[in-house]
C-alpha cells in the first residue's frame, strides 16, 4: 500500500525552528518528486516547495522561500523540511504530497499540525 | 501568478442531484488543472487529473472538462459521501496553485 506518513509537528515559538518529516512507504521514492503542501485553519491549502526524485532540483514558493528548506534521504525514504524564522502565519497543517512537478499531487499524508504561538 | 478562481464559494444540494463547480484560471493553464475533494479532518484526495480524467478508484460519476481557462468538475448523482470541499489545481507554471475551494453542502 503506498503510504506517506508526516511526523515532527508541534508548537514553537516565533522565531523558532521545526524539522518535519514525511517517511513514505508502498513505491519506489526515489522515482518520484515530492511537495509539501499546507493548510491554515479554515482555510485552503497553499503549495510550499517540491523536490525532484533525485534530489537534485527544488523550488519553493515565495512565501517560504529562504526560511524553508526541503530535502529527501532517498536512502532512508523520507522527506524533510527544514522551517526556520517561524511566525503566527505559519501555523497550519503540513502535508506532504507524491508529486507535483510534472505530475499532479496523487497521494498524500495525513498531515502534522504545526502551531507558533508563544 | 495563476490565480484559481472557484465558483460558486458554497452549493447546497440533495443527494441524487446534479452537481456542477467552475474553476476559472487567470491565464491558460492548457489541460494541466487538477480536482481535488478534501473532507473535514481529512487530507486532500485526487479526482481528476489534466482536466477530464479520473484518478484510480474515482466513481465514474465523477467526471471533469474544459481547457485553458475554463473548467468544470460534474458530480452527476451526489452521494451522501460527496459532501465535502472541493479545489483545483493547476501544474502549467510555477508556484503550483489552488483555488480556494467550494464547499458542497446537503441541501
Known amino acids: 500500500e503506498v503510504q506517506l506518513l508526516e511526523s515532527g509537528g508541534g508548537l514553537v515559538q516565533p522565531g523558532g525552528s521545526l524539522r518535519l518529516s514525511c517517511a513514505a512507504s508502498g513505491f519506489t521514492f526515489s522515482n518520484y518528486a515530492m511537495s509539501w503542501v499546507r493548510q491554515a485553519p479554515g482555510k485552503g491549502l497553499e503549495w510550499l516547495s517540491i523536490?525532484?526524485?533525485?534530489?537534485?532540483?527544488?523550488n519553493s514558493a515565495d512565501s517560504v522561500k529562504g526560511r524553508f528548506t526541503i530535502s529527501r534521504d532517498n536512502s532512508k525514504n523520507t522527506l524533510y523540511l527544514q522551517m526556520n524564522s517561524l511566525g503566527a502565519e505559519d501555523t497550519a497543517v503540513y502535508y506532504c504530497?507524491?508529486?507535483?512537478?510534472?505530475?499532479?499531487?496523487?497521494?498524500w499524508g495525513q498531515g502534522t499540525m504545526v502551531t507558533v504561538s508563544s | 501568478e495563476i490565480v484559481l478562481t472557484q465558483s460558486p464559494a458554497t452549493l447546497s444540494l440533495s443527494p441524487g442531484e446534479r452537481a456542477t463547480l467552475s474553476c476559472r484560471a487567470s491565464?491558460?493553464?492548457?489541460?494541466?488543472l487538477a480536482w481535488y475533494q478534501q473532507k473535514p479532518g481529512q487530507a486532500p484526495r485526487l479526482l481528476i487529473y489534466?482536466?477530464?480524467n479520473r484518478a484510480t478508484g474515482i466513481p465514474a460519476r465523477f467526471s471533469g472538462s474544459g481547457s485553458g481557462t475554463d473548467f468544470t468538475l460534474t458530480i452527476s448523482s451526489l452521494e451522501p459521501e460527496d459532501f465535502a470541499v472541493y479545489y483545483c489545481q493547476q501544474r502549467s507554471d510555477w508556484p503550483r496553485t489552488f483555488g480556494q475551494g467550494t464547499k458542497l453542502q446537503i441541501k
Open positions: 504530497a507524491k508529486g507535483g512537478w510534472s505530475s499532479v499531487f496523487d497521494i
Open positions: 523536490i525532484s526524485g533525485s534530489g537534485g532540483s527544488t
Open positions: 491565464r491558460s493553464v492548457s489541460s494541466y
Open positions: 489534466d482536466a477530464s
